[in-house]
């Protein structure tokens, strides 16, 4: 089976949020994910890391802003990135490229190998994409990250009801940017809850990320409540399955996000309760599929 990350930014809304590491350690999570850690000195989130012992295996971005007050900000006045918006006449380069310099700062004092980079939302009334921008950001934040050994991922979000006007929304859309990008450390974070939503066909979505040596980071949640896995009307079991049958010539983070939000809410134990889908992914057999 893959190894699972719990996702800090959704599961444990009982708990404070560097409490919730210690959680997920005790709940048998491999690793963590968050979000935003900006709240928070790096080195207070590395001693929390290092007291529960387990990785920080992802985290995004500032969405937009420069600093801890900013960035928060910004996310709460609806900011989602800027790596498709901050063209040189806008005058919002210069922050993008701040936030990237926040972020790979925080991944070398957590360790931690991989960042989400996300696009931004279109205005209304501009609802292409800037292509030559999108390509010039991600390349710029990439070849800075290439040096210390970081990936940076982007996400396809669906905008039919979590992000309207996402400039990233479909699988074949993160494919082309990819390659139009070129540099070997832009992945692919494959958020089967918004691609069975956006696109279906996760197996094959799944299988052809691989293929492609583009596959990142993977995220899970039940559709179409974003609570837990279990719940919905994917078969989380099988494409587990999948991802556990993928050779080692993929080079992708091993890791399964769990980024949902518990159906019992911020009750105490509501997330420890609803990890029955973990303990069933642990005591299930890891016999490879044959790729289909
Ligand atoms: O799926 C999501 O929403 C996240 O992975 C994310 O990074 C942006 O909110
Ligand atoms: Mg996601």
């Known amino acids: 089976m893959p190894k699972f990350a719990a996702n800090l930014s959704t599961l444990y809304p009982e708990l404070p949020f560097l409490d919730r590491i210690a959680a997920a350690a005790a709940d048998g999570f491999d690793a963590v994910e968050c979000q935003l850690p900006y709240d928070w000195p790096a ?114 979000i669906n905008g039919k009801r979590d992000m309207p006007g996402y400039a990233l929304q479909h699988q074949a859309s993160a494919h082309a940017l990819i390659e139009a990008v070129n540099r070997p450390n832009l992945r692919l974070q494959l958020d089967l809850y918004h691609c069975q939503i956006m696109d279906g066909d996760l197996a094959h979505h799944l299988q052809h990320a691989a293929a492609r ?56 134990q509501g997330t420890h309760d609803g990890l029955g889908w973990l303990r069933a992914a642990r005591s299930a057999p890891s016999a490879p599929l044959a790729a289909r």
């Open 213 to 268: 040596n583009h596959l990142g980071h993977v995220q899970i949640a039940g559709v179409p409540s974003r609570h837990e896995p279990d719940v919905g009307e994917v078969n989380f079991a099988h494409l587990l399955q999948l991802l556990d049958a993928l050779g080692p010539e993929v080079r992708w983070s091993g890791y399964v996000g769990a980024e949902y939000r518990p159906a019992r809410g911020a009750v105490p």
């Open 43 to 156: 080195e207070v989130l590395a001693e929390r890391l290092a007291a529960a012992g387990l990785p920080l295996v992802l985290f995004n971005a500032p969405p937009a802003g420069t600093d801890a007050a900013s960035i928060a900000r910004a996310w709460a006045d609806g900011a989602r990135g800027l790596a498709a918006l901050a063209t040189p006449s806008s005058g919002r380069e210069a922050e993008f490229q701040a936030g990237i310099a926040l972020a790979l700062h925080y991944a070398q004092v957590l360790r931690c190998p991989r960042i989400h980079v996300m696009s931004g939302l279109l205005p209304s009334d501009q609802p292409n994409t800037p292509h030559d921008t999108w390509v010039h950001n991600l390349r710029w934040a990439a070849d800075r990250a290439a040096p210390l050994g970081i990936d940076l991922l982007i996400e396809p």
